[in-house]
């Protein structure tokens, strides 16, 4: 357990729909980093929240949006999905260093999404 | 702009041989510097990291990586792998510039 806890660890829905994963951080972290893995682009940065706030986006689809609550909790949600969507979606949480650059990123299970 | 680059996407080796994994980087200032490793079904565990001083670093499992700042440098290396270090391995370069930008990913295959 790496102390990153994601949820759910399976999806399977249509195309059109949207869907809601789930990411609780490491405790004490306040970086959430959301990531795409899928085999042919490899791992895609999608979105990173510190704090509660937005803090850097990388390759997020319009259709995909995230936050990040009070807890520390954060939400990646999916709407419109297409069969293109099917992927792991991993969620990491760091330690704040106060340079910008990390200690390293501790990541979740993932969520395997399946869009059918 | 910043990038990894893994020349080795996959790598098939039987149980004892040596590995060297490469990756560079391109970025010119400060830099840390990551391997993470993805066991078949798993997430991504750190293996190793990077942050100054002595520029061979020892991770877990017997791996160790080399920095070679004039090179841009950063692999990956162990003496004798094993048929558990069957894995995907990942390079990152961290330039406190954004999030973490993983390199494609090296397929390690070990054959006992």
């Known amino acids: 357990d790496s102390g990153v806890t994601q949820t759910p660890k399976h999806l399977i829905t249509a195309t059109g729909q949207r869907v809601t994963l789930r990411c609780s951080p490491r405790s004490g972290d306040l970086s959430v980093y959301w990531y795409q893995q899928s085999l042919d682009q490899g791992l895609q940065f999608l979105i990173q929240y510190y704090n509660g706030e937005e803090r850097a986006k990388g390759n997020i689809l319009e259709r995909f949006s995230a936050q990040q609550f009070p807890d520390l909790h954060s939400e990646l949600n999916l709407s419109s999905l297409e069969l293109g969507d099917s992927a792991l979606y991993f969620c990491a949480s760091s330690l704040p260093t106060g340079t910008g650059l990390h200690y390293g990123y501790t990541f979740g299970s993932g969520t395997r999404l399946t869009v059918v | ?112």
Do not use: M
């Not at chain 2, 010119?28 to 002595?54: A, E």
């Open chain 2, 1 to 112: 702009a910043q990038s990894v680059s893994q020349h080795n996407h996959h790598v098939i080796l039987s149980e004892a041989a040596s590995l060297e994994l490469g990756c560079n980087y391109s970025y010119g200032g400060t830099v840390n510097l990551f391997w993470y490793v993805q066991y078949p079904g798993q997430h991504l565990q750190l293996l190793l990291k990077y942050f100054s001083g002595d520029p061979l670093v020892k991770g877990i499992k017997g791996f160790e990586a080399e920095f070679i700042k004039s090179k841009f440098s950063f692999n990956l290396r162990k003496p004798s792998v094993q048929w558990s270090d069957t894995a995907e391995y990942f390079c990152a370069p961290d330039t406190g510039r954004r999030a973490l930008t993983f390199g494609s990913g090296t397929r390690l295959q070990v054959q006992p």
